[in-house]
C-alpha cells in the first residue's frame, strides 16, 4: 500500500496538497453533503484524460475551518491508501483557484438509499438475494479499509459513517462504500489520543458503543451493516424518530425485531444473521465484516450473475437516472465484467441458483432462489396498505434523473407498519374466479325461472 499519492502532473507542494491548473471541466453535480459537493467531471489531461470523474470540493465556507479541513485530508490520506474492487478509487487530489479537491473514480449510479426509496414507491420489495449481495459487497470492502496498511503500517480504520446514502450500487452492476469523511484513523489515535470524543456519523446507524462515546473498533461498522441489511429487507427505518435522543435510546436499550416479522419470506437463518450484526455487546457480533459476508454467501447470487442481475436491478428501478447519466456523459454503460467474489475471498460456493443473466433482477432471482435449507421460497408478499398515511409512512417518491436526494431514508416505524403478514398455518382459499362465479350465478337464476314456470302451469290446470 502506498500513502498520499499527490497529483501526477506537478510537485509544489503546500501543506499537503499542490497546486495545478484547471485539469478538470465540470459536467453536472452529483451531491452535495455536510462538508463538500461532489460533481461529475471529465478530466482535461493526464492518466484519466477523457474519462468522466467525480470530484469532490470543500463547501466554501468550510474551506478555511481547520477541523473540516483536517478531515478532508484525512479522507484524501485514507481513500489513497485503499485499493478495492468495492471501495471507491482515488484518482487524483490536490489543489486549485477554487480549492482543494478530491478526484475519484466515477461509478454511474445511485446510493443504496436511492435504490430503497425507489422500491418503497412502487411497494416492491429489493430481492432477498441482491439485499444479500450488495451488503456484502460492501462488508468486503469494508474488510479491505478495516485491515489496509501504508508503509507496512496497519491503519486501523473505523468507517464510523456507514449508512445506504455511502453505499453506491452501479447500473453496471458494481457495488462500492463511499465516503470516509468521518473515518476514525485508530492506529494514529494510539500515537496521538483523541480527547474530543467527538459523535461522528448518523444515528439511526451508530453502534451502541459510538452512541456512548466508547472506545471503537471495526465491529461498530458491522452493526452498521446489520442496519443497512435489516433495512433493504424490509424497506423500513430500523430506528426512526424525529427525536435524535429517542434514536440513542434505541440503539443502546431495544432490541430489535427480526426483520422475517415484516416480511414472510426471510428464512430464520438470515434473520439470526441480522440479528447477531446487530447485538448491544459487540463481542456478540461477527468478529469481522468479511465473516458477515461469508455468512450471506448462501443467500446471494452465483458470483458470474450477481453483476448483471444488480444492473438490472438498478436499471429498472431508477430507469430516469439511468437514462440521464447517459446523457450527460455521452455513452453507453456497460455491464462490469468482474465478478462480485473479490480475491481476498476465493472460496465462494453460492447456494442460490438464479435464471440465465438476460432474466430481469427480480424474475431471475425470486423465481428459482431457494433458502439456505435448499426449500423452494414463496413469492414476495404484498405490501400492507397504511389506512391514512402521514407525510412519514407515504414514502418519498421515485429517484429522480438528477443528483441523488439528501433526504433522509422514510418509511413507517417497524413498531407500527408491517410489510407482509406472518404466514397462516394452514393454506389460505384461492381466491374465486369471477368468471366462473358469474356462469355459475346465471345458471342458477335460469332454473330458478324454468321452476317458476313449471309450477305456474302446473297451477293454471
Excluded at 489531461?45 to 470530484?55: C, R, T
Excluded at 455511502?166 to 496521538?192: C, H, P, T
Excluded at 489520543?193 to 472506545?215: A, C, N, V, W
Aim: overall charge negative.
Amino acid at each position: 500500500m502506498t500513502s498520499l499519492r499527490p497529483s501526477w502532473q506537478s510537485d509544489a507542494v503546500t501543506d499537503g496538497t499542490v497546486m495545478l491548473a484547471h485539469r478538470y471541466e465540470p459536467v453536472a453535480e452529483i451531491g452535495v453533503g455536510g462538508m463538500g459537493a461532489v460533481v461529475l467531471a471529465r478530466a482535461l489531461s493526464g492518466p484519466s484524460a477523457g474519462e468522466h470523474v467525480a470530484m469532490k470540493r470543500l463547501l466554501p465556507h468550510l474551506a478555511q475551518d481547520p477541523e473540516v479541513l483536517k478531515a478532508f485530508l484525512d479522507e484524501v490520506y485514507v481513500i489513497s491508501a485503499m485499493h478495492h474492487p468495492h471501495i471507491v478509487e482515488s484518482l487524483d487530489w490536490g489543489e486549485d483557484t477554487e480549492g482543494r479537491f478530491l478526484v475519484m473514480q466515477f461509478v454511474p449510479g445511485d446510493s443504496l438509499r436511492a435504490l430503497i426509496h425507489a422500491r418503497q414507491a412502487s411497494q416492491t420489495p429489493l430481492p432477498i438475494a441482491l439485499a444479500c449481495e450488495i451488503v456484502a459487497c460492501a462488508a468486503r470492502g469494508l474488510h479491505a479499509a478495516h485491515n489496509v496498511e501504508t508503509e507496512g503500517t496497519k491503519l486501523a480504520i473505523v468507517h464510523q459513517d456507514v449508512s445506504p446514502a455511502n453505499v453506491l450500487v452501479g447500473y453496471d452492476g458494481s457495488v462500492k462504500v463511499i465516503d470516509f469523511g468521518v473515518a476514525r484513523i485508530l492506529s494514529r489515535e494510539d500515537e496521538q489520543p483523541d480527547e474530543s470524543h467527538t459523535i461522528r456519523g448518523k444515528f439511526g446507524y451508530m453502534s451502541p458503543e459510538q452512541i456512548r462515546g466508547l472506545p471503537l473498533d471495526h465491529r461498530s461498522d458491522v452493526f452498521a451493516l446489520g442496519v443497512i441489511l435489516w433495512e433493504s429487507l424490509t424497506l423500513c427505518r430500523l430506528y426512526s424518530s424525529t427525536d435524535q435522543f429517542d434514536i440513542a435510546h434505541m440503539v443502546c436499550a431495544e432490541e430489535p425485531v427480526a426483520p422475517s416479522e415484516l416480511r414472510q419470506d426471510i428464512p430464520p437463518e438470515l434473520d439470526r444473521i441480522v440479528l447477531k450484526c446487530l447485538a448491544k455487546n459487540r463481542d456478540d457480533r461477527f468478529a469481522t465484516a468479511r465473516d458477515l459476508a461469508r455468512a450471506l454467501r448462501p443467500f446471494c447470487p452465483h458470483p458470474k450473475q450477481s453483476p448483471e442481475l444488480v444492473a438490472n436491478l438498478c436499471r429498472d428501478a431508477m430507469i430516469e437516472r439511468f437514462a440521464w447519466i447517459e446523457t450527460v456523459t455521452g455513452r453507453k454503460i456497460p455491464l462490469q465484467p468482474a465478478r462480485h467474489a473479490s480475491a481476498d475471498d476465493p472460496d465462494s460456493s453460492p447456494q442460490i441458483a438464479t435464471q440465465a443473466p438476460s432474466a430481469s433482477a427480480d424474475a431471475a432471482v425470486s423465481s428459482t432462489a431457494t433458502s439456505a435449507h435448499g426449500t423452494q421460497q414463496e413469492p414476495l408478499a404484498p405490501f400492507a396498505q397504511s389506512a391514512s398515511p402521514t407525510p412519514e409512512s407515504a414514502g418519498p417518491p421515485p429517484a429522480q434523473f438528477a443528483p441523488s436526494s439528501n433526504a433522509p431514508l422514510t418509511s413507517p416505524s417497524a413498531r407500527t407498519q408491517i410489510l407482509a403478514p406472518k404466514a397462516a398455518s394452514r393454506p389460505r382459499p384461492a381466491p374465486p374466479n369471477k368468471r366462473i362465479t358469474l356462469v355459475r350465478m346465471g345458471a342458477l337464476a335460469a332454473i330458478a325461472l324454468i321452476a317458476l314456470a313449471i309450477g305456474l302451469y302446473l297451477g293454471s290446470r
